[in-house]
Nanobody, 125 residues
C-alpha cells in the first residue's frame, strides 16, 4: 500500500536549521511530482516547495525562497526539505504530498492526491 511518512520535525530557535524527510513506500518517485505544504491551526494549508517528476524543476514559495531547498533521493525513496535561517513564522505542521497526474511542480493543494500525516516544526524567537 502506497504511503508517505514525514520525519525530522523538531523545536529549534530562530536562525537554526532542520531537514525534513518524507519516506515513500509503494511509490516510484520518478513517476511522481512531489511537494511540501505546511499548515498552522486555523489557517489554510500553504504550499512551501514542489519538485517535478524528474527532480530538476522546482517551485518555491516566496516566503521561504533562499532559505528552503527541496530535493529527492531516488535510491533512498525520500523527498527532503532542507530549511535554513528558520523564523518563528515557519512554525507549522509540515506535510509531504505526491501526484502522478502532473509532471511539473506546483504549490496547488488540489493537484496532489497522496498525503502524509505531517511532522511538526516549531521555531522559537
Amino acid at each position: 500500500q502506497a504511503r508517505l511518512e514525514e520525519s525530522g520535525g523538531d523545536s529549534v530557535q530562530a536562525g537554526g536549521s532542520l531537514r525534513l524527510s518524507c519516506k515513500a513506500s509503494g511509490y516510484t518517485l520518478e513517476t511522481h511530482s512531489m511537494a511540501w505544504f505546511r499548515q498552522v491551526p486555523g489557517k489554510e494549508r500553504e504550499g512551501v516547495a514542489a519538485l517535478s517528476k524528474d527532480g530538476v524543476t522546482t517551485d518555491i514559495a516566496d516566503s521561504v525562497k533562499g532559505r528552503f531547498t527541496i530535493s529527492k533521493d531516488i535510491a533512498k525513496m525520500t523527498l527532503d526539505l532542507q530549511m535554513y535561517s528558520l523564523k518563528p513564522e515557519d512554525t507549522a505542521m509540515y506535510y509531504c504530498a505526491a501526484t502522478e497526474r502532473y509532471t511539473y511542480p506546483a504549490l496547488r493543494e488540489e493537484r496532489y492526491n497522496s498525503w502524509g500525516q505531517g511532522t511538526q516544526v516549531t521555531v522559537s524567537s
